[in-house]
């Protein structure tokens, strides 16, 4: 992915070149048609055209931050409802997700979701332990994070 | 036009300021270490991350100038404020503290004793 960005550059200054113009609007244009050559060409590169990859990120991105207004609001309606009647506990996720960069968004967007906190990554990077404000709906926030986190940051990785 | 960005303005910073005092009620109200650190780390990040975005709308919408700085600032708690939470978290637990009274699983400690069994 690394590789097809540096050439999509190497692309616009080559642009720039042919044209004997060096403004930015130069460069965004050259930028714009490297990327059509690149997506032209894009069988012959070991990965996927790389603007699939930015719109995963961007996509990662705004989960990110929904998540985290939805988890405040979650905790706002704990702090302040009359009576405590939450049911804290620990529970075990185990985890595909194999690098260690993964592993660390996984858990920071668990960090940002309603009720759910890190305390631990084991050894094998396998399982993570989390901290649940409510137990009772553990097995929903296993299948959220199941479903939405991981299938976003593999479509990031792929 | 100036009050419609002043509205939003206000709107982010009495937001923030809400979040800010649900997070400090939370941290006296809630009964052990590890829920009242879900309440910090979370609603206080979010306080001070719509407090910084008022900011930043402030100075762009009626000062004209945009403050990369403050977008700067917006990012790093973004990013820091989780990795602080889990290990506050991670080191309360590893001193030993212990869970209140109420909660009802812990797979932690059976992975650990299993761990130490063998």
Known sequence: MAFQILLNFFLAFIWMFLSNDYSTLAFFKGYFFGGLIIFALRRFFAHRFYL????????????????????NI???????????????????????????WEITILANLITLTPGTLVLEVSEDNKILYIHAMDIDDVEQARLDIKNSFEKAIKEVSR | ????????????????????????????????????NHAASK???????????????????????????????????????????????????????????????????????AKKRR
């Open chain 1, 74 to 100: 979650a905790v706002l309606k704990v702090i302040l409802s009359p009576k405590l009647t939450m049911r804290p506990g620990i529970f075990a996720l185990e985890t595909e997700l194999e690098k260690d």
């Open chain 2, 1 to 36: 036009m100036i009050e419609i960005s002043k509205f939003i303005v206000g709107f982010l910073i009495l937001l923030g300021a809400l979040f800010s005092l649900v997070a400090a009620i939370g941290v006296v109200r809630l009964p052990d270490t590890y829920t009242r």
């Open chain 2, 43 to 113: 609603s206080s990040t979010l306080g001070v991350l719509s407090i910084l975005l008022g900011l930043f709308m402030y100075y762009l919408l009626i000062d004209h100038h945009a403050n990369a700085r403050v977008l700067l600032g917006i990012v790093f708690v973004f990013i820091t404020s989780p990795v602080a939470g889990h290990l506050i978290m991670r080191a309360a637990y590893n001193m030993g503290v212990p869970l209140w009274h109420k909660s009802v699983r812990d797979d932690l400690k059976t992975a650990r004793k």
């Open chain 1, 52 to 71: 699939l990859n930015v719109i995963a990120v961007i996509k990662l991105f705004f989960i990110f931050c929904s998540e985290l207004v939805k988890a």
